[in-house]
């Protein structure tokens, strides 16, 4: 039994309109401006809403969370505003920094459906399986561990997106911090 259930996700921007026309265009969602200036980006009749809530300060440090998207191309998505952090064929995904240096991953697929979230990822260093299970316990989701140095919660009511993917890194070995992002990109530069 489920003790919480997912309700939004938040995108904090300096840019709020820069940032909402961005994830908008980027997710297929539609935007809605609150008098306070923040911005909901909503589909149709879904209760969940991604918000852009304008902060003073810019970005300095890496996120701990990501959203991993889909995309018909990563020149799509480059197309919108963002830059790409990780080399071709580094990864099976690609890398990219939205407008404000925050980090995403694009899956290019041949198809693409409406609304592009794929899924949401939480660097959580070494202990994954510990994290994960706390979330599936959370959410009344289903736990998965793989042996490829990860964790996943899926199917939980009312996630927004297929699965909450907990790294511990790829090849991570004893003492090395977590996500492979942490040691092959750095925010805000493109790769070389």
């Known amino acids: 039994?489920?003790?919480?259930?997912?309700?939004?996700?938040?995108?904090?921007?300096?840019?709020?309109?820069?940032?909402?026309?961005?994830?908008?265009?980027?997710?297929?969602?539609?935007?809605?401006?609150?008098?306070?200036?923040?911005?909901?980006?909503?589909?149709?009749?879904?209760?969940?809403?991604?918000?852009?809530?304008?902060?003073?300060?810019?970005?300095?440090?890496?996120?701990r969370v990501h959203l991993d998207v889909l995309a018909p191309s990563v020149a799509a998505v480059e197309d919108l505003g963002a830059v790409r952090l990780s080399a071709d064929g580094e990864f099976p995904w690609t890398v990219l920094a939205d407008p404000e240096g925050g980090e995403l991953c694009v899956f290019v697929r041949d198809e693409v459906p409406d609304y592009r979230l794929y899924e949401l990822c939480v660097d959580c260093g070494s202990d994954h399986l510990g994290i994960a299970t706390w979330w599936a316990d959370v959410l009344g989701a289903r736990l998965v561990e793989s042996d490829r140095g990860f964790s996943y919660v899926e199917r939980a009511d009312g996630l927004p997106f297929e699965a909450m993917v907990l790294p511990a890194g790829a090849g991570t070995q004893a003492g090395e911090e977590p996500h492979p992002l942490g040691r092959h990109c750095r925010v805000g530069a493109p790769a070389a």
């Not at 265009?25 to 969940?48: S, T, Y």
């Open 1 to 63: 039994m489920a003790l919480a259930r997912w309700k939004h996700l938040c995108i904090d921007a300096t840019d709020v309109e820069s940032a909402a026309r961005f994830w908008a265009e980027l997710l297929g969602l539609r935007v809605v401006r609150l008098d306070d200036g923040d911005v909901h980006l909503l589909r149709a009749g879904d209760e969940q809403a991604v918000w852009v809530n304008a902060v003073p300060e810019p970005q300095t440090v890496k996120q």
